[in-house]
Nanobody, 121 residues
Framework: QVQLVESGGGLVQAGGSLRLSCAASGGIFRISAMGWYRQTPGNERELVATITSGGDTNYAESVKGRFTISRENANERWFLQMNSLKPEDTAVYSC???????????????WGQGTQVTVSS
C-alpha cells in the first residue's frame, strides 16, 4: 500500500523559510511525477509545484522565485524549499505522487496527510 508522509511544516514569521519533505513507501514500481499542493479553509486545493522524474519543474505564479521543488529519485523523496514566506502562503500543504505500483498498472495519484504551514505577519 502506497504511503506518503510529509514533514517540515510549522510556524514561521514573514520573510522566513521552511523546508517540507515527502517520503514515499509501499510497493511503488515507478513515480512519474511528484508535487506539492496547498489548501486553505473554504478553498480548493491548488498546485504549488511539481517535478517530473526527468527533472522538469512547474510552479504556481505566486511562488515563482521563492519556492524550489527538488527530488531524490533513488530514495523516493522530494522537497519543497520555501523562502521569503508571506502570510498568504499559510495553508495545509500536501505532497502528491503520480505513480504505478506495477509495470502493467495505470498511474494513479497518491496523497500525503498534509502538514500545516503558518506564516505570521
Amino acid at each position: 500500500q502506497v504511503q506518503l508522509v510529509e514533514s517540515g511544516g510549522g510556524l514561521v514569521q514573514a520573510g522566513g523559510s521552511l523546508r517540507l519533505s515527502c517520503a514515499a513507501s509501499g510497493g511503488i514500481f515507478r513515480i512519474s511525477a511528484m508535487g506539492w499542493y496547498r489548501q486553505t479553509p473554504g478553498n480548493e486545493r491548488e498546485l504549488v509545484a511539481t517535478i517530473t522524474s526527468g527533472g522538469d519543474t512547474n510552479y504556481a505564479e505566486s511562488v515563482k522565485g521563492r519556492f524550489t521543488i527538488s527530488r531524490e529519485n533513488a530514495n523516493e523523496r522530494w522537497f519543497l524549499q520555501m523562502n521569503s514566506l508571506k502570510p498568504e502562503d499559510t495553508a495545509v500543504y500536501s505532497c502528491n505522487a503520480r505513480a504505478r505500483v506495477a509495470w502493467n498498472r495505470p498511474a494513479e495519484d497518491y496523497w500525503g496527510q498534509g502538514t500545516q504551514v503558518t506564516v505570521s505577519s
